[in-house]
């Protein structure tokens, strides 16, 4: 059915369609609307045979639901941000013990300081947890992605991350096409656990593994992954064939067919890049566009053959690795280094803290690819006359103070300046 719909509302309703038996909630921004969403379908009736659980705790959350995996229920949690590394014990537990969670990542920046806009900064910080990761670039296949994840989830006793930009996505309202109970059901069957605490066949979850079976372990659930590189095409296939469109998969590629630039990003700014790509062509230039759905596990095939007739390709991507770059960068350099003549590869790191990423700004760092072009990391839209401010100030005095402070001074400053028009 088609609504015109917040984004958060119409993924809480798309996740009550897979009918969850246990849902564990803990607020934190931009992810509360989609718990807030759920709880309300449940004490209206509408979601049955659930069991609603407030906790005290993000940790406490991802907690619950690995308890109410391990008993047999379909669980589903939330969060974004600090709420995902006050609970990164329990992640790792919860892929550590092959549960199939679902859980939905509101992206947000991580402090200090303080941020609540988007960026995919959370999401890094748990790309090593064993987690799949799915990202969504639009509302609609937010929804669809939700559906996806519990099939895939449950098939391989996995558990799923469905990422979603905050704010941009959570609290945009558009039209999203909200699938029928009936449709549902029938792509995603009722979950039959792989393994369960059941007290008349006891067993143990979760038991002490030393150096003789630990590397085993890690191993297979390695290999969990690189199945999914499969299942989330074939389910992704049949997800179209049943709904009637092309949601999930693990890339999608935007007029690339004869490119000799092109883009790889994921999630929402996509949209922006397409618009520009649109421009760009228009003028003639031969650029293009692949969509990254799935980040772990990570389509090195499906991505090098997508770029390899490509002569430069641009990451753009809402992260940074610290002291090294790009980490969505790092990994797409991995998938192309064994190509005879591969691309030259640009990484550019823009809208951290959800600082705007705008056409115009992709427009200069596009061409700058190919007339341009750079080493390392370059951070679109940088404050270089503040930035160049800060490191003059730290070289002239040992007691500096906080960063983040001095820096919102001197923007302060600038903006002075500008008005007495001597900038």
Known sequence: MLKQIEGSK????GIALCRPQVICAYPITPQTHIVEGLGALVRDGHL?????????SEFAALSVAIGASAAGARAYTATASQGLLFMMEAVYNASGLGL????????????APINICNDHSDAMAARDSGWLQLFAETNQEAVDLHIQAFRIAEELSIPVMVNVDGFILTHAVERVDVPTQADVDAYLPPYEPVQVLDPDDPTSIGAMVGPEAFTEVKYLAHYKQTQALRLITKHAGEFRARFGRDSGGLIRTYRTQDAETIVVAMGSVCGTIKDTIDEMRDDGFPIGLVTLVSYRPFPSAA??????????????????????????????????????????????????GGRPILKASLHRLFRDAVVQPWEGTQFVDLNVRVVG???????????????????????????????????
């Not at 119409?10 to 309703?13: G, H, I, Q, R, S």
């Not at 730290?394 to 500008?418: M, Q, S, V």
């Open 48 to 56: 049955k045979g659930c069991e609603f659980i407030n906790v005290e």
């Open 100 to 111: 199939p969670i679902v859980m939905t990542l509101g992206n947000r920046a991580i402090g």
């Open 303 to 352: 991505l090098r053959n997508a770029l390899a007739g490509a002569s430069n390709v641009v990451v753009v991507e809402k992260s940074i690795a610290v002291g090294m770059g790009g980490p969505l960068a790092i990994d797409v350099d991995e998938a192309l280094r064994n190509l005879p003549h591969a691309p030259r590869l640009h990484s550019a790191v823009a809208g951290l």
């Open 389 to 423: 401010r800060e490191i003059h100030r730290t070289a002239k005095t040992r007691r500096t103070g906080p960063t983040a402070e001095a820096l919102l001074r001197h923007l302060a400053a600038e903006k002075r300046e500008a008005a007495k028009g001597e900038v």
């Open 10 to 13: 119409a993924m809480a309703e």
